[in-house]
C-alpha cells in the first residue's frame, strides 16, 4: 500500500451500517470492525480496497469464523482490536486495555456505542461509537485513521444522522 493509508474504523453494527459509513468504507484501504456485528451479512457492504478485519463482540459468538483480538502491524505502531467487554462491568476500563496491550500505539474497543478519541498518552484508546442504529446517541459514527508516516497519524470523527 503506498501512503497516505487510510483505515475506516467503526463497531457495533448490530446487523445494520449507515450507508454513508458504507460509502466512507469504500474510499478506505483497510476497514477494522470492532465486534457486535450480530448479521455477518452486514459485513459484504463494507468494501474497502485492500483488507477488511472484524472481531467478535459479546453479541458475536456464532461467528466462529472471527477472532476475538486483532493485532495490525502498521507503520508507526500496532493497533490492538478488542471489543472491551472483558475489561470492565458495563464500561471498559480504559487503565485494563492499556495494560493487556502495552506495546500498541492505539487500542480500538466499541461495546459502549460511544465515539470516544484519547490521545493524550499512550498507547490512544479510541471508540468508533455505533455505526448502526442500536443506541448510536444522536447518530450513527464512525472514525478514519489516515496515516501519512509512521509519525503522522491523524483520527477525524463522523457522524451521520438517522
Known amino acids: 500500500m503506498n501512503f497516505p493509508i487510510k483505515i475506516g474504523i467503526l463497531s457495533d453494527t448490530h446487523g445494520f451500517i449507515h450507508t454513508q459509513i458504507i460509502e466512507l468504507i469504500a474510499q478506505c484501504d483497510i476497514a477494522i470492525h470492532a ?42 505502531g500496532i493497533i490492538c482490536v478488542d ?5 470492565g462491568n458495563k464500561i471498559p476500563s480504559h487503565d485494563s486495555l492499556k495494560n493487556t496491550y502495552p506495546d500498541a500505539k492505539m487500542i480500538i474497543y466499541g461495546h459502549t456505542h460511544k465515539q470516544i478519541i484519547e490521545q493524550d498518552s499512550n498507547p490512544w484508546i479510541v471508540n468508533p461509537g455505533a455505526a448502526g442504529e442500536t443506541r448510536n446517541h444522536g447518530g450513527s459514527k464512525c472514525l478514519i ?18
Open 83 to 87: 471489543h472491551g467487554h472483558m475489561h
Open 35 to 76: 465486534g457486535d456485528i450480530v448479521d455477518d451479512t452486514t459485513l459484504l457492504a463494507l468494501k474497502p480496497r485492500h483488507r477488511l478485519i472484524a472481531i467478535q463482540g459479546n453479541n458475536d459468538s456464532h461467528l466462529t469464523q472471527l477472532k476475538k483480538v486483532e493485532k495490525i502491524d502498521l507503520l508507526g
Open 145 to 162: 485513521l489516515t496515516i501519512k508516516s509512521a509519525n503522522d497519524w491523524q483520527i477525524i470523527p463522523y457522524v451521520f444522522d438517522g
